[in-house]
């Protein structure tokens, strides 16, 4: 049975309708920004905080846990700048209760939700999981903590874990009954989309004078059915002993700017995007893009999606909903 925490959240639940096809799941959630209809209902659900020990006692003394898959986080960067609080309390301080209660119940399997501001300012074009790790935001550093603290707990209590360093998930689950819905929304491609669905008036664009080709911002965009997948795969290496421990980066190898985004939402739904060109946004670096080659050697993983494909998906959810 796999404990999946935050499974109600946008990645976890496109983790748990690929999850349950293979095995029992439970679902631990606060629901303080994931959904309760994104969870089917083979699943187990338990409403409850992984910062509370006693909701977690509950779970982990109840049922038999082969192993944790750890989605629940605070996760928009320019929230961290101003509320760095929220990003170490909900971010570090609650795993490491999850970490104990898990080493108390000898629960010694792991699957950590990193990202790629653990990365900072990057100083190769394409991050490999050795580049340096400089983050320059709170969710990026509470990010990296953690990652030093399942070195040290796996030194000291022989925990067994896989660290995924997602770099931007997009895209919704081929059945349009999942996507991305986020309150209030931050991320570029649902923005775009709700803009040219008339929900809002404009797209503003963080930035125009960065050292890219067109002056915007450059990210790797991933499919998040991509992202559930590295999941499955990693999990199952865990279990079959192969890895103990190792951290991977997620991503397509190939980075857009901005305004390609933008041009592609046009293309695919064939509505004209009106752009406003704004300041740049604290925290963020830019260029951003991940070799994947280590988790496709390692446990044979590539993305299937590619950029027009993962915005397909998303304008039928967002048309949809
Ligand atoms: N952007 C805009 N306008 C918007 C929203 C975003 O121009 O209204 C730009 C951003 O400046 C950035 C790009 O679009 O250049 C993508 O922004 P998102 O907010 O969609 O995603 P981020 O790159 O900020 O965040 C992602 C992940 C984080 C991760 C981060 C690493 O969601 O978990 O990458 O920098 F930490």
Known sequence: ??????????????????????????????????????????AIFIKGDLGERKDLENIFSKYQIDAVMHFAASSLVGESVVNPSKYYQNNVVSTLTLLDVMMKYNV?????SSTAAVYGLPEESLLTEKSNTKPINPYGKSKLMIEKILEDYSN?????YITLRYFNAA????????????????HLIPLILNHLLGKIDKISVFGNDYNTEDGTCIRD??????????????????????????TYNLGNGKGYSVNEVIKT??????????VEYVNRRPGDPAY?????????????????????????????WHKKR
Do not use: Q
């Open 171 to 186: 895209g919704a689950h081929k059945s349009s009954l999942i996507g991305e819905d986020h309150n209030p929304e931050t």
């Open 221 to 246: 965009y991933i499919h998040v059915t991509d992202l559930a997948r590295a999941h499955i795969l990693a999990l199952n290496a865990l279990l079959n002993g192969k890895k103990k421990v190792e």
């Open 288 to 316: 951003l893009v991940a070799s994947s080659e280590k988790i496709n050697f390692d446990l044979d993983w590539k993305a299937n999606y590619n950029l027009k494909e993962i915005i397909e998906s998303a304008w039928s």
């Open 1 to 42: 049975m796999i404990l999946v925490v935050g499974g109600c959240g946008y990645i976890g639940s496109h983790l748990v309708k690929e999850l349950i096809k293979e095995t029992e799941v439970i679902v631990l959630d606060n629901l303080s920004t994931g959904h309760r209809w994104a969870v089917d209902d083979e």
């Open 265 to 274: 939402c046009e293309v695919i739904t064939g509505n004209k995007a009106v």
């Open 108 to 112: 010694k399997k792991f699957i950590f």
């Open 156 to 160: 000291a209590y022989d925990l067994n």
